[in-house]
T-cell receptor, first 115, second 111 residues
Framework: EAQVTQNPRYLITVTGKKLTVTCSQN?????MSWYRQDPGLGLRQIYY???????DKGDVPEGYKVSRKEKRNFPLILESPSPNQTSLYFC??????????????FGPGTRLTVL | QKEVEQNSGPLSVPEGAIASLNCTYS??????FFWYRQYSGKSPELIMFIYSNGDKEDGRFTAQLNKASQYVSLLIRDSQPSDSATYLC???????????FGPGTRLSVLP
């Protein structure tokens, strides 16, 4: 089954304790993105990647890191989480096709609480 | 001004009616426009995309784009209770992967 998976689905942690949220897709998509979703603010893009070793900042990259060492994986790293990073996080992937429009497939989401 | 704005709702319509969802965007260089549906506790799923001025129809859904007015809308005909969800408007800013989403409009279709 074609899908985007994220782990963990739920995480409660404390301020300053480094964490990684994994994202993996099995569709051989070039493009991958991370979003956070907060009430009243919608989805905001954190980082995106156009291919292996190619990443770029979205609209809210502060406090996050990403890496793209393999095509299928795009982990999100919070080196020193803070309470304002409490949010619902989504990973998404898309097939690359230049100017054509392709669907973004979203993962199931990771609900993170930072105490 | 936010880059992508939507009526926050909630929007309530009776079953069988037409639901009209609106979205405006500020960046005139935006290339393509998307409507996603998100059920509570679930991930967004794509309903339609549009990149040329005018209307695009897919079943009960019609997307309308007016680039001069920087306005995108989604019409849902014959609304069903199963259409009750939050609808997210998204704008692709260039030909890459930089997307900006609106805050979403919650739609409630009453039986």
């Amino acid at each position: 089954e074609a899908q985007v998976t994220q782990n963990p689905r739920y995480l409660i942690t404390v301020t300053g304790k480094k964490l990684t949220v994994t994202c993996s897709q099995n569709m051989n998509h070039e493009y991958m993105s991370w979003y956070r979703q907060d009430p009243g603010l919608g989805l905001r893009q954190i980082y995106y990647s156009m291919n292996v070793e190619v990443t770029d900042k979205g609209d809210v990259p502060e406090g996050y890191k990403v890496s793209r060492k393999e095509k299928r994986n795009f982990p999100l790293i919070l080196e020193s989480p803070s309470p304002n990073q409490t949010s619902l996080y989504f990973c998404a992937s898309t097939l690359a096709s230049g100017r054509a429009v392709n669907e973004q497939f979203f993962g199931p989401g990771t609900r993170l609480t930072v105490l | 001004q936010k880059e992508v704005e939507q009526n926050s709702g909630p929007l309530s319509v009776p079953e069988g009616a037409i639901a009209s969802l609106n979205c405006t965007y500020s960046d005139r260089g935006s290339q393509s426009f998307f409507w996603y549906r998100q059920y509570s506790g679930k991930s967004p799923e794509l309903i339609m995309f549009i990149y040329s001025n005018g209307d695009k129809e897919d079943g009960r859904f019609t997307a309308q784009l007016n680039k001069a007015s920087q306005y995108v809308s989604l019409l849902i005909r014959d609304s069903q209770p199963s259409d009750s969800a939050t609808y997210l408007c998204a704008v692709r800013k260039d030909y890459g992967q930089n997307f900006v989403f609106g805050p979403g409009t919650r739609l409630s279709v009453l039986p």
